[in-house]
């Protein structure tokens, strides 16, 4: 454990770091004192493109805002008490204020028909999440603090509803939810927690054992250090067991798997155990013959690989929609003889058109369709069919009908490899006919 001498210090504080502070504590001094001990994870670059994308989007919405960007705080500071004494008539992008050694600066501030004003916290989520509501108390409590008269407080989200009818135009993207009247408990509570975050601050390194609370409602980036020290954990721990089966076995002290008898879990689990413990896989070839029996042929095994951008970036698309880019194909016809199709678009464009166009061009009519992920594999074709008319009436058929199939029950081939990781994949290659096993999930 570090020691810091930190007794005479006052250390400044701000809303990411009150977040991270309510966290956990340990998260903020480690970030404090010690922030060459971070370690982020591969998808926070991308986290933070995209909120920067999005807010762009959010300030560009108000061509007549002025943002407050000088080189310095106190000259943001400044520059934002300058304005609104000087009655600008708002928007205000990176409004800045101090209350307290508490500094924080509001996404859009802007003013309210007969006097007053309305704070704006802008999130790329498709709706409020139950951290933003101390961001917002955070600073609500600041902001009132340094005097500034606060009629509205809101999460600006995406409308997950907004559809991008003309390239470049993103009025409609964010709906407001006001949250000033329900976070009076929280904000009351600001000032207390600023104090314990500095009482923490200005002690040794805070002593806590890891927990859920390391990955909500953000993956910390301290976690390779907490669990230096840790045992190294079984290799096959309860938690391969599908649908959070593991968790009762973890609630009564078991981590390992092979800690567990066949005659602790129900039929399916008892499987797993086994194929895990003796390394023989279960394969149930009659119950996939009879599975698959009433498949029609010929049996395209599908599987689409998709983006779905916060911001949409084509016309006609959503915050958040898949669009395929990509999409594998494995044609059977009776008497197994198979062919490979696939398509894939890396030029920019949007995909979706190519993409439907390869689907028609090389699935049969009347095919069965075989997806690991039916439900997602449908979503996909509904969207694709709502898109385009001229291919609606191929595409559409395929995921009103029931020709869109699980590949096979899970119970049907257990290996201890599907046990660990087949219930992470959201939309797995589904495996050729000739290997009869199914993931488990």
Known sequence: MTQIRTATRRFGLSKS???AFEQCPKKLWLATHRPDLAEQDEGAEARFATGNAVGEIACALHPGG???DPPSLSEALAKTSSLISGGHPGPIFEATFEHDGVLVRVDVLEKVEGGGWAAAEVKSSGKVKDYHRGDLATQVWVMREAGIDLKRAAIRHIDTKFVLLREGDYAGLF???DLLPELEDTIST???LVAEARAALSSEEPEREMGDHCSAPFACEFAVYCSRDLPQGPEWPVTVLPYGAGKRWLERGINDLLDLAEADLNHRHARILAATRD???FHDAEGARKAMAGWGWPRAWLDFETVAPAVPRWVGTRPYQQIPFQFSLHLERRGGRMTHHEFLSCDGTD?????AEALVENIPQGATIIAYNA???R???RDLAASFPDLAPRLEPWPRRRSICCPLPATIGITATSAAVGRSRRCSRPSPPSSITAHSR
């Not at 995909?351 to 993409?355: F, K, M, S, V």
């Open 66 to 68: 002025v943002m407050v």
């Open 375 to 377: 439900a997602f594999e």
């Open 279 to 281: 390394g023989i896989p």
């Open 17 to 19: 770091k009150i977040t």
């Open 379 to 381: 979503s996909v074709l």
């Open 190 to 192: 600001r000032s207390a």
């Open 351 to 355: 995909p979706r058109w190519a993409c």
């Open 175 to 177: 709906t407001d939810a």
